[in-house]
Each structure stands twice: as structure tokens, then as C-alpha cells.
């Protein structure tokens, strides 16, 4: 594998299941990210860790959960999401500071749909 | 916040033609991306920009950064088939990257 992969691709949850999404990133990056995107709107930032602490939380209901063992791995547990949960979930690795630009990688995203 | 219009939403175009997209704001920034996403993936970094007035080509594609740090464009010539997809404009300021809404291109054989 390359790059930042991510699974499940699709992922269909009605409102009071538990999922996890996850990523992993074999480019030694040190920072990772959570995105979700919805249609025709910016990408939305939602958290990002930064050698495994988490640095960044945008305001983010308690129903995401993110979660980073270790540098390489990251993962969104979601519970009790509401249908308009429903987006494009895109994890991004990088190397260096995540505070001052150094070029993100992303994912192809989970497609999460909630019914 | 800050916020990035970017325009247009969506674009057709036939085959050859050039197309040019931009994103405006009333904010500065320090660095302009642009990123194009194809179907099914995620966004993939096509240009940077890191100082005002700065005009950067990568193969058919050329971006500039406008010289008020207020803007920037992107331009596509001889468009082929495989431009299709979402281009994202994004600006960086005080650590903070926003993203533009995205143009949905489509290129008519």
C-alpha cells in the first residue's frame, strides 16, 4: 500500500449504530487530519493530530470521536449520528509542523451515509 | 471566519478550449493551493503559491497569486477529457487553510 488509504470506501449506519472509520498513511508523516466534505460546501476541518496529540478539535459534536494510536494510524469512532452526518469523510497525513503549511495527502474518503 | 468564494460552481466546456476559475476573498493569505479532486478520490495539490503576484505553470495548468494576496486563478489550456473532476482553490493565513466551495468541471468530447 501507498499513500493514505482508507477504509471502508461506503459505509451505509442507521442513527443509533456504532461504526469506526479508519485511516492509515505509509509516508512517515508526522500529522494527520479528519475532513468532512459535503456537497458543493468547502472542506470542513474537523481534528487534527499532531504526533499523536490531538491539536486541533473545530467544534465537532461529541458523536465523532477521533482516535490516534500511533503516527501511522487514525480513526473516527461514530455513534448516534444524524442524516445530515451524512458526507465525504477524507482523512490528509503530513510531514513537519501542522501549524504552518506543509503539504497534505489525502485519502479517497469515506462515503458515509446515514439513515 | 475566514471565507473563500470561488467561482464558478460549475463549468461545461468542449474539448480544446481553455478554462480559467478563481477564488476571491476579503481576507489576505500567505499561500495559495489549488488541489483537483477526481471522482471517487480524495483532493490532489496541483499548484502552490507562496508570494503575491507570484504566476506558477504545471504542464497545461497556471495559477497566479493576485498581487492584493486577496485572490487567485486558475487557468486550464487545451482542455482533454481527463480534466474532469472538482478543482478546490485553498488559502493559508495564521496556520489556518479554508477552502474554497470547488468547480465542478466538465469537459464535452
Known amino acids: 500500500e501507498t499513500g493514505v488509504t482508507q477504509t471502508p470506501r461506503h459505509l451505509v449506519m442507521g442513527m443509533t449504530n456504532k461504526k469506526s472509520l479508519k485511516c492509515e498513511q505509509h509516508l512517515g508523516h508526522n500529522a494527520m487530519y479528519w475532513y468532512k466534505q459535503s456537497a458543493k460546501k468547502p472542506l470542513e476541518l474537523m481534528f487534527v493530530y499532531s504526533l499523536e496529540e490531538r491539536v486541533e478539535n473545530n467544534s465537532v459534536p461529541s458523536r465523532f470521536s477521533p482516535e490516534c494510536p500511533n503516527s501511522s494510524h487514525l480513526f473516527l469512532h461514530l455513534h448516534t449520528l444524524q442524516p445530515e452526518d451524512s458526507a465525504l469523510y477524507l482523512c490528509?497525513?503530513?510531514?513537519?509542523?501542522?501549524?504552518?503549511?506543509?503539504?497534505?495527502?489525502f485519502g479517497p474518503g469515506t462515503r458515509l451515509t446515514v439513515l | 471566519g475566514q471565507q473563500l468564494n470561488q467561482s464558478p460552481q460549475s463549468m461545461f466546456i468542449q474539448e480544446g478550449e481553455d478554462v480559467s476559475m478563481n477564488c476571491t476573498s476579503s481576507s489576505i493569505f500567505n499561500t495559495w493551493l489549488w488541489y483537483k479532486q477526481d471522482p471517487g478520490e480524495g483532493p490532489v495539490l496541483l499548484i502552490a503559491l507562496y508570494k503575491a503576484g507570484e504566476l506558477t505553470s504545471n504542464g497545461r495548468l497556471t495559477a497566479q497569486f493576485g498581487i492584493t494576496r486577496k485572490d487567485s486563478f486558475l487557468n486550464i489550456s487545451a482542455s482533454i477529457p481527463s480534466d474532469v473532476g472538482i478543482y478546490f482553490c485553498a488559502g493559508l493565513a495564521d496556520g489556518q487553510l479554508t477552502f474554497g466551495s470547488g468547480t465542478q468541471l466538465t469537459v464535452l468530447p
Open positions: 490528509a497525513s503530513s510531514q513537519g509542523s501542522w501549524s504552518s503549511y506543509n503539504e497534505q495527502f
